[in-house]
T-cell receptor, first 114, second 115 residues
């Protein structure tokens, strides 16, 4: 069983398009996250949800809109895609979102904007 | 704000030799520190964490890390490296809010183990 899964694994699209990435976790965790890994492998938090409630929005452009229909799912919708959005996007989850909780990561979605 | 630094872009070690991947941290309050590994085209895998207690933390795949408060360091170690340990290693610190813990990652260190 895959603990944290993401779809699609690869996404190639043109500038200006709108796309979504889906994430599901079957660990029963309360907290989910989106991270962005750029071309230099640098990882940065984008959003965090706890029990469907937005907790962290890390100064991400409002073209990015996360949605959590339930605590097992956290989707990321991106409007008007730009070249700079090309990156690998990782979903993660943790039991309660507390400081000592390790986070479990999905396999990533490689987004390429042309 | 919490931060971690990984001073080495790459570490090269021969198979069978001990390895160390360095990490230093800067936090206000208690440090919650983590090591993750990323294999090519894969997600991050949790290796170990320091919350409190013993300064030597043991983790997955034979890795361990030593927490040193006076040097604000949390170096990852393994007594005998394997070729399969070759990967990208990230140190991270928890920048916690109530129920909204986020991880702040270092820039990563590539570990290359040669046979």
């Amino acid at each position: 069983d895959t603990a944290v899964s993401q779809t699609p694994k690869y996404l190639v699209t043109q500038m200006g398009n709108d796309k979504s990435i889906k994430c599901e976790q079957n660990l029963g965790h309360d907290t989910m996250y989106w991270y962005k890994q750029d071309s230099k492998k640098f990882l940065k938090i984008m959003f965090s949800y706890n029990n469907k409630e937005l907790i962290i929005n890390e100064t991400v452009p409002n073209r990015f809109s996360p949605k959590s229909p339930d605590k097992a799912h956290l989707n990321l919708h991106i409007n008007s895609l730009e070249l700079g959005d090309s990156a690998v996007y990782f979903c993660a989850s943790s039991p309660l979102g507390l400081a000592g909780d390790e986070q479990y990561f999905g396999p990533g979605t490689r987004l390429t904007v042309t | 704000a919490q931060s971690v630094a990984q001073p080495e872009d790459q570490v090269n070690v021969a198979e069978g030799n001990p390895l160390t991947v360095k990490c230093t941290y800067s936090v206000s309050g208690n440090p919650y520190l983590f090591w993750y590994v990323q294999y090519p085209n894969r997600g991050l895998q949790f290796l170990l964490k320091y919350i409190t207690g013993d300064n030597l933390v043991k983790g997955s795949y034979g890795f361990e890390a030593e927490f040193n408060k006076s040097q604000t360091s949390f170096h990852l170690k393994k007594p005998s490296a394997l070729v399969s340990d070759s990967a990208l290693y990230f140190c991270a610190v928890s920048d916690s809010m109530e129920y909204g813990n986020k991880l702040v990652f270092g820039a990563g260190t590539i570990l290359r183990v040669k046979s």
